[in-house]
């Protein structure tokens, strides 16, 4: 991603500025990956066996461990040392729920965490195009953010994702590793979550996503039994599916153990009060807002957009 000034309505580009070191990228991403990512940050340099994880997080939402590592070179695998860092996962379950819990003082069970949505993100200033190839499957649980840094403090982060349809297990054999880990780690798709949705719904869904792809910035991410709506990464509305409507779920925002609330925790205005108000507490004792709607008609889109526009540009 390049960014220009504009001066005298010429775009001048901005200049690139290196990082220095591999840690820096650390640093800078660890002391924001609620911000950047979603995520909580859980410990920094968590060593199991012989492998040493640059960063362990922990996905609440999704109640799954996230894994994210730095580079600065493009001499390295991110396939091989991806997959291994799953299986690593996989294999010492315990160890990641007691580093969980040390570190944030909570009771996590094995049974609490979703496996499944187990993934692995690689950030770098830059990815080569075999690195790129390498992930370019529909069910790869990779992801590759591309950073750089600008002159003002400026920061710019790029998210590559793959456009192939292909399966990555079309071409592992079963008994290996990735074959392995992708019997128990899994991608969803759109497909997935509406599998067990009548048509006219599955219509109606099409007709509202095109409706908030319009929006800038923002994307779809399906998990195994809704699909989340984000913006910059940062989630905006779940969408869960019935044979005969769509449930959605408009984020307000968390409320922490001491009554403090969440940056821009949001009050919606609904004047023909479609939401009502739900609440509920994760493990770690936060307690999540949101405005819950049931949409089965064409009619009501417009004005679902309008409410989902309000937290959209809340953020």
């Known amino acids: 991603m390049d960014l220009y000034n ?5 775009l001048v580009a901005m200049d690139s500025e290196s990082f220095k070191l591999e840690k820096d990228i650390q640093n800078l991403i660890e002391s924001n990956t609620d911000e950047v990512f979603g995520l909580q940050f859980v410990s920094s340099e968590f060593a199991l066996g012989d492998f040493r994880l640059d960063t362990l997080c922990f996905d609440e939402e999704n109640s799954s461990f996230v894994i994210i590592e730095y580079k600065r070179g493009s001499s390295y695998s991110v396939i091989d040392q991806g997959y291994s860092y799953l299986s690593l996962m996989l294999n010492n379950k315990s160890d990641f729920i007691l580093e969980y819990n040390e570190k944030r003082s909570v009771s996590l069970k094995r049974t609490d965490v979703n496996w499944q949505g187990s993934r692995i993100i690689f950030v770098s200033p830059s990815f080569n195009t075999y690195q790129k190839n390498s992930v370019n499957f529909k069910d790869v649980p990779f992801e590759l953010w591309e950073i750089r ?3 003002g403090g400026l920061v710019a982060l790029d998210n590559h994702k793959p ?13 290996s590793m990735i074959g392995t880990v992708s019997k128990e780690v899994k991608v969803y798709k759109d497909e997935d979550v509406l599998a067990k949705t009548g048509d006219t719904i599955i219509e109606l869904w099409r007709e509202l996503k095109e409706k908030l792809f319009a929006l800038d910035n923002v994307d779809f991410v399906a998990q195994s039994s809704y699909i989340k709506f984000t913006k910059n990464n940062k989630g905006v509305c779940y969408f869960n599916f019935r044979k005969d409507k769509i449930k959605g779920e408009i984020i307000r925002g968390n409320v922490n153990a001491d009554g403090s609330k969440s940056k821009n925790f949001f009050v919606i205005d609904d004047p023909k009060n479609i939401c009502r108000e739900y609440n509920f507490t994760y493990k770690s004792g936060v307690e999540g807002h949101r405005y819950l709607f049931d949409i089965n008609e064409t009619s009501d889109l417009d004005y679902l957009e309008m409410l989902i526009r309000q937290k959209y540009k809340a953020l």
């Open 163 to 175: 456009t192939s349809k292909e399966s990555i297990q079309n071409i592992s054999p079963t008994d």
């Open 6 to 10: 504009i001066v005298n309505n010429n």
């Open 149 to 151: 840094k600008f002159g």
